[in-house]
């Protein structure tokens, strides 16, 4: 015989159950949480014309800067638009550190230009408290210091060696540097066509290489530069700007202390020859501009 009332308590028993459990997974349990956007404040600098953006670090920026995400701050057309990305991040032997990015979201060898806007900001800001500067870069430990009104010097490392051939150099200074000389009017150059060939040949295409064409004039050196990770004619570079004022001494003795004349301006590059240390004592030298700040929200 069926007992109702036996089935009735347990009816009721699991209907209750039922509704417990599904207000204990609403309070106890519920949905993931999805973060909310983050906001970072960057600075836009410009050395004689080579721009870049430039966040301090943080270890949740860092989260945020994927390879595809300074891809697409750099881009000029979808982003914030810039020849590079420069994070400065803090450094317990060095007042900081500075990692620079190309276009195209990798980070790579020196930038000096980048450099020198690096330190600009270091300086105003505080990070460092006098007018000279140690940090650490990609290719190992420089100094800096502020000599006038945004006119910051930077010591570049030594180069001991260089390889020349017949119609061209190449010097690392930091950054990779194939270097060509002309007697032509330099603005007419195809650069873009020879620095491509050159740059994504068998030799180079791995690595990449920059590629720089070079006129010696006696008010001093024109320059041209085609950037690896930028793809591109850049208005200024400031490692090739050195490569090329060391391999213009090998070339026709222009001297050790020289101007060179980029797109984007001028810049002064002072070093040191010997046939035992080579080139040392190597600075370059140049005005630098904050272009304006901003925020960006991930």
Not at 46 to 60: A, V
Not at 174 to 181: A, E, K, V
Request: net charge positive; aromatic share 12%.
């Amino acid at each position: 015989m069926v007992n109702c009332e036996k089935l009735e308590r347990e009816k009721i028993f699991l209907v209750t159950l039922f509704l417990f459990r599904n207000i204990y997974v609403k309070i106890v349990a519920p949905s993931p949480i999805v973060p909310t956007n983050m906001i970072f404040p960057f600075i836009k600098y410009q050395g004689t014309g080579n721009d870049f953006i430039l966040f301090e670090s943080s270890k949740i920026l860092e989260d945020f800067l994927t390879q595809a995400k300074i891809k697409e701050l750099c881009d000029r057309h979808l982003g914030i638009g810039s020849d590079g990305l420069i994070l400065l991040c803090k450094n317990a032997q060095y007042d900081f550190e500075m990692k620079f990015y190309n276009p195209d979201g990798k980070l790579t060898s020196l930038c000096g230009n980048g450099s020198r806007c690096a330190v600009h900001y270091a300086i105003e800001r505080g990070i460092v408290k006098s007018k000279t500067v140690n940090f650490l870069a990609s290719d190992g430990a420089h100094s800096a210091e502020l000599i006038g009104p945004n006119i910051i010097r930077i010591k570049m490392k030594n180069v001991e060696k260089f390889n020349k051939g017949k119609r061209y150099f190449i010097f690392d200074t930091g950054s990779p540097h194939y270097i060509l000389f002309t007697r032509s009017e330099i603005n007419t150059y195809k650069l873009i066509n020879t620095a491509k060939k050159i740059r994504f040949s068998e030799k180079f295409k791995a690595k990449g290489i920059n590629v720089n064409i070079a006129r010696i004039r006696k008010k001093g050196i024109e320059i041209r530069t085609y950037e690896r990770g930028v793809e591109d004619e850049t208005l200024s570079c400031g490692t090739g700007v050195v490569a090329v004022a060391l391999a213009s001494y090998l070339y026709s003795g222009s001297g050790d202390n020289v101007t060179v004349f980029t797109k984007g301006g001028e810049l002064k590059v002072k070093f040191l020859f010997d046939e035992e240390k080579k080139f040392h004592e190597i600075f370059l030298e140049g005005a630098v501009v904050k272009i304006f700040e901003g925020k960006v929200e991930f």
